[in-house]
């Protein structure tokens, strides 16, 4: 079956970086673009980047935008998420997902804490 498993969270301080990975099994990783979501206490879920399935195109919400990179491995069936410059707004937890459509796969979750 599908499954999307997530790490790297943590706690860290403002202005550090964490570097985010999921990896995924039970389908044809390679073929299929992948995101990462992300949502906050009392907050809707909200998409942070997206890659295509080469890796060769990202886009990125406007919040992200110059501090977070999102690439992927695809011999490793891997997606990552490199965040720089964490502020404490982006306290949240980090989902990784597989966007087909009306039956999207998720991760369970990993949780990103940033305070001082």
């Known amino acids: 079956q599908v499954q999307l498993v997530e790490s790297g969270g943590g706690l860290v301080q403002p202005g550090g970086s964490l570097r985010l990975s999921c990896i995924a099994s039970?389908?044809?990783?390679?073929?299929?673009?992948m995101d990462w979501y992300r949502q906050s206490p009392g907050k809707g879920r909200e998409l942070v980047a997206t890659i295509n399935s080469k890796g060769r195109a990202t886009h990125y919400a406007d919040f992200a935008r110059d501090r977070f990179i999102i690439s992927r491995d695809n011999a490793k069936n891997t997606v990552y998420l490199q965040m720089n410059s964490l502020k404490v707004e982006d306290t949240a937890v980090y989902y990784c997902c597989w966007p087909i459509g009306s039956s999207n796969y998720w991760g369970q979750g990993t949780q990103v804490i940033v305070s001082s």
């Open positions: 039970g389908f044809s990783f390679r073929n299929w673009a």
